[in-house]
């Protein structure tokens, strides 16, 4: 079921290794490409295993995965090609598709479907991710928290595979997870009341994490506006687009840096205030 592309599997070349885990095509855009952008520029190895197909997604029609005219071949098959494109724009060396079923919402029914990502028993996503952990040594992950940072039941099921993956691994250091601090979440929420711009739901959704377990605030500005395109090289969701056309001073404001809870450590975390690859 399992896809690679983007590059060998060789950890040639770079000193260190960042692995994200993600469960849909687009999530590495929005959630952690200011990361991924950063690490790779460093000449560090960037590695992407997406969990699902993306097949709930939003079709040609603009039907969403519970439309009962949504046509899901065509949505895995254009979220794929998008995913390609927007895995190099972030600087991903390396990327794994486990290819598991979208699972949709909570409550959805494609939730109990049997190829659904979240039918699918932990331990067996867990012993996938461990065997890219174990093949690539990375010393840094990055996934969801235990909420999924919004909810969503594919993100939760990430995180849990990647935990277990994590914890039974030789080689990571730190587990992160990407977050919008309370404060921070609230001044964006002001500003875009203050210009009359709606936000996404996700950001909405949120509750935000609290500022005292924010571990590390990355300074991604630099990486923003391609960030955005990333994010727009996924054309066929467009519930993406309010993303896409926030204007600068707002995408700034939430995406000029990112900021990670550490969630496990192998040891005493020194010095990853700024960089999730501090002290290590």
Same mark, same amino acid.
């Given at each position: 079921?399992?896809?690679?592309?983007?590059?060998?599997?060789?950890?040639?070349?770079?000193?260190?290794?960042?692995?994200?885990?993600?469960?849909?095509?687009?999530?590495?855009?929005?959630?952690?490409?200011?990361?991924?952008?950063?690490?790779?520029?460093?000449?560090?190895?960037?590695?992407?295993?997406?969990?699902?197909?993306?097949?709930?997604?939003?079709?040609?029609?603009?039907?969403?995965?519970?439309?009962?005219?949504?046509?899901?071949?065509?949505?895995?098959?254009?979220?794929?090609?998008?995913?390609?494109?927007? =895995?190099?724009?972030?600087?991903?060396?390396?990327?794994?598709? %486990?290819? $598991? @079923?979208?699972? +949709?919402?909570? &409550?959805? #029914?494609?939730?109990?479907?049997?190829?659904?990502?979240?039918?699918?028993?932990?331990?067996?996503?867990?012993?996938?991710?461990? =065997?890219?952990?174990?093949?690539?040594?990375?010393?840094?992950? %990055?996934? $969801? @928290?235990?909420? +999924?940072?919004? &909810?969503? #039941?594919?993100?939760?099921?990430?995180?849990?595979?990647?935990?277990?993956?994590?914890?039974?691994?030789?080689?990571?250091?730190?587990?992160?997870?990407?977050?919008?601090?309370?404060?921070?979440?609230?001044?964006?929420?002001?500003?875009?009341?203050? &210009?009359?711009?709606?936000?996404?739901?996700?950001?909405?959704?949120?509750?935000?994490?609290?500022?005292?377990?924010?571990?590390?605030?990355?300074?991604?500005?630099?990486?923003?506006?391609?960030?955005?395109?990333?994010?727009?090289?996924?054309?066929?969701?467009?519930?993406?687009?309010?993303?896409?056309?926030?204007?600068?001073?707002?995408?700034?404001?939430?995406?000029?840096?990112?900021?990670?809870?550490?969630?496990?450590?192998?040891?005493?975390?020194?010095?990853?205030?700024?960089?999730?690859?501090?002290?290590?």
């Amino acid at each position: 079921m399992a896809h690679d592309s983007v590059g060998s599997s060789s950890v040639s070349g770079a000193h260190r290794t960042l692995l994200c885990v993600h469960a849909h095509p687009d999530d590495e855009a929005i959630f952690t490409a200011g990361a991924t952008m950063l690490y790779a520029e460093r000449s560090y190895r960037i590695v992407l295993i997406t969990c699902t197909n993306g097949r709930l997604g939003i079709d040609q029609n603009n039907h969403g995965g519970n439309h009962s005219e949504h046509d899901p071949i065509w949505t895995v098959a254009t979220r794929a090609r998008e995913l390609s494109v927007a =895995a190099q724009m972030v600087g991903v060396t390396r990327h794994i598709q %486990l290819g $598991y @079923d979208d699972s +949709g919402m909570a &409550g959805w #029914p494609q939730n109990a479907e049997p190829d659904s990502f979240v039918a699918t028993p932990v331990d067996t996503v867990a012993a996938k991710i461990l =065997a890219v952990i174990e093949e690539e040594q990375p010393e840094v992950v %990055l996934t $969801y @928290d235990e909420r +999924g940072f919004y &909810g969503h #039941p594919d993100h939760i099921h990430a995180h849990q595979a990647t935990m277990a993956a994590v914890k039974q691994s030789a080689s990571v250091e730190r587990l992160y997870y990407p977050v919008i601090p309370q404060l921070a979440r609230q001044e964006v929420r002001n500003l875009a009341q203050q &210009g009359g711009l709606s936000m996404p739901a996700w950001v909405t959704t949120a509750k935000g994490t609290p500022d005292n377990l924010v571990s590390t605030s990355l300074p991604t500005a630099p990486y923003s506006e391609r960030k955005r395109a990333a994010i727009a090289a996924h054309a066929s969701q467009t519930d993406n687009a309010e993303i896409v056309a926030l204007a600068p001073l707002l995408f700034e404001n939430l995406f000029g840096r990112e900021f990670y809870q550490r969630g496990w450590s192998r040891r005493e975390a020194l010095n990853d205030q700024t960089d999730l690859f501090g002290g290590i």
